[in-house]
């Protein structure tokens, strides 16, 4: 089968390189072997998140630590901040989890902003917040440093922060932030496949943590401490996904991560530059996009003059030259598109794709 290449939200392009660092030979996840890995990536980890915590690395979906998070360190009330499909589902899995939980909803591409969350928060009812830093479903970026900075007004509150779609490819610093839990997959930004998630989590999350009872295991972020601590993980990891993880670590920081953050801008304002000169406008409002993709309005929100096309015979002109974009998520599917630029994206690549992208509008 002819390979389609990905620039989709995620997952997203994977390099033969970190293809062949997934074939490592298998070595036991409680041997020395392991924890010598774990403790080779664990310096990178900590850079890269801005952190002097210790990193943890899941076998799972990103997820299963949010949903670990809800169940680690909610005790009274959780706030769901809620500004597009992702964010929005977070209200239901605090629910499912058996939490107390309210939303505080804004409209689908417009950013969650701190005087939201205040509001809410002057309330007393909560002792955790949620927010998707980078919602991928609207292509809306929420200004995480303006938010954290509630930390200091409400400390006895637990900030827990979905990354997925932003780590890696914009500078997040925990430590500097302030906030209690950092999260995100790595199939997306960090060009891995799916599977495998890295987060951490503040002194105050730890000690919140334990103090629940039925915080349960497989995401009990105090199991993840004490074996982390020697270098391991609670369970059986994905032994290949850390081997990859390490070899696109060493990419990280070999190209240099201010490098990699100014080309993620680069490569986002390439699709933003294609979206405009073919008489299209942007679905997020104006100063919060997403800097790891593009949500093209294509019709969802009317502008007068805009460009609106059949988005899922331009997904299919596309994918005939074989690339594969995305015709639109949840309740703006089709009156959207979506175009990535996340992981190991080049101009160079990201050309390639606008030139196919050409050809497709050329026969609509």
């Not at 210790?54 to 979906?61: C, N, Q, R």
């Not at 800097?291 to 994918?319: E, H, I, M, Y």
Request: net charge neutral; glycine share 8%; aromatic share 8%.
């Amino acid at each position: 089968m002819a390979h389609v290449k990905l620039h989709i939200p995620g997952p997203v392009e994977v390099s033969p390189k970190t293809f062949q660092a997934l074939c490592n030979p298998m070595i036991g996840h409680r041997g020395q072997g392991f924890k010598d890995l774990y403790a080779r990536i664990q310096p990178q980890l900590q850079t890269l998140l801005g952190t002097n915590q210790l990193v943890y690395l899941s076998t799972s979906s990103a997820w299963g630590v949010m949903e670990g998070a809800i169940r680690n360190l909610v005790s009274k009330k959780v706030l769901n901040c809620m500004c597009g499909a992702f964010s929005d589902k977070w209200l239901d899995v605090s629910r499912r989890c058996g939490k107390e939980a309210d939303g505080v909803q804004v409209e689908w591409g417009s950013p969650i902003r701190a005087e939201a969350i205040d509001q809410k928060l002057s309330t007393g009812q909560f002792d955790a917040i949620t927010l998707i830093h980078n919602e991928t479903s609207t292509g809306t970026m929420s200004p995480l440093a303006e938010i954290a900075a509630l930390k200091v007004k409400y400390p006895d509150v637990m900030f827990i922060v979905d990354a997925v779609s932003s780590m890696t490819a914009v500078p997040i610093g925990f430590d500097t932030l302030g906030i209690d839990v950092l999260l995100a997959g790595t199939q997306k930004a960090f060009a891995l496949p799916p599977g495998l998630s890295v987060f951490t989590c503040s002194p105050a999350a730890l000690s919140k943590a334990a103090t629940l009872k039925d915080r349960g295991y497989y995401f009990d972020f105090v199991e993840f401490q004490k074996n982390a601590e020697q270098h391991m993980t609670p369970s059986t990891p994905s032994i290949p996904h850390i081997y990859a993880l390490g070899s696109k670590l060493d990419e990280f920081f070999a190209e240099g991560l201010e490098n990699r953050y100014s080309r993620h801008r680069h490569t986002n304002q390439q699709l933003r530059d294609w979206a405009t000169r073919h008489g299209f406008t942007l679905f997020p409002e104006a100063g919060y996009e997403s800097l790891t993709l593009c949500c093209v309005n294509n019709g969802a929100k009317p502008v007068a003059g805009a460009r609106v096309v059949d988005a899922s015979k331009l997904q299919k002109l596309v994918k005939d030259r074989g690339f594969l974009i995305d015709g639109g998520y949840g309740k703006i599917k089709g009156t959207t598109f979506r175009l990535s630029n996340m992981g190991d994206e080049t101009p160079e690549t990201m050309n390639a794709l606008i030139a196919e992208l050409d050809q497709a509008m050329a026969l609509l």
